[in-house]
């Protein structure tokens, strides 16, 4: 009994020193909660501007995560892999092609879709490959019309037991998302903001 105890120990000191020196060498590092911080994330559109910059953050502030890149273009998935480093993977994907989406799309955690232009789509496609399979989703979308779509698939996300967000980019998702939270604050009353200023130490 004594040994296993030690063992324990030795092993749990370990374990901190390992958490200590991961936190030092990656102050940015984000600790995501144990049963998620080794998911498996899909990126589609990762050799575009929006899904590229998506990635290099998720990989620099928790490179635990697996990070797959979906596209149609070898060599510019490859790059971008290049650029990742460990835990990363290319995918080739052509996201008008149900079956390919599908198969890439299993044993996948979470897709980010963000292989736009989403004003030109006419279909779902990736949403209701997500549905179909089981995969958490969430787009970057900048488009009425699509946004309006995505959304009638409310109640097979809920059927499928699978989180869906649709359209939850910087614009209109966080921008929308930052104006509800002032209305918030200003329907609460003035002193929100008051108490704001002073717990900051603002002029
Ligand atoms: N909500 C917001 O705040 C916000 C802001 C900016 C952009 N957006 C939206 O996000 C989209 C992407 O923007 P971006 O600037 O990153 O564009 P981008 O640089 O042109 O990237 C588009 C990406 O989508 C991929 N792609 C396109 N068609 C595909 C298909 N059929 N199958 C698989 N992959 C496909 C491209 O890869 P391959 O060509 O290599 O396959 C590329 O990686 C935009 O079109 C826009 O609608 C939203």
Redesign the pocket.
């Known amino acids: 009994m004594a040994r296993f105890c030690m063992q324990l120990n030795t092993t749990l000191a370990m374990a901190f020193a390992k958490e200590n020196t991961e936190q030092k060498s990656n102050p940015n590092r984000v600790e995501l909660p144990e049963k998620v911080k080794n998911s498996r994330i899909l990126i ?10 998506t990635a290099i953050a998720l990989s620099k502030f928790c490179p635990d995560l697996s990070i797959i890149i ?4 070898r060599e ?2 490859t790059a971008m892999v290049a650029k990742l480093g460990h835990n990363s993977e290319f995918a080739e ?5 149900n079956k390919s989406l599908e198969a890439t799309l299993n044993g996948v955690d979470l897709v980010v879709h ?6 030109q789509a006419e279909k779902c496609t990736v949403l209701e490959a997500a549905v179909q399979t089981k995969t958490a989703y969430i787009d ?4 009425m019309s699509y946004s309006r779509r995505a959304k009638s698939y409310m109640n097979k996300a809920l059927d499928a037991a699978i989180p869906a967000i649709t ?9 929308n998302g930052s104006q509800e939270y002032i209305t918030e604050i200003f329907d609460s009353g003035m002193n929100s903001i008051s108490t704001f200023e002073e717990e900051t130490d603002q002029p």
Do not use: E, H, M, W
Request: with cysteine; proline share 5%; hydrophobic share 25%.
């Open positions: 589609l559109g990762g050799t575009g501007r929006v899904g590229g910059s979906g596209g149609r273009n510019k998935g994907v052509d996201i008008d092609d963000a292989a736009g232009p989403f004003q970057v979308c900048d488009d359209t939850g980019g910087i614009y209109p998702g966080v921008s």
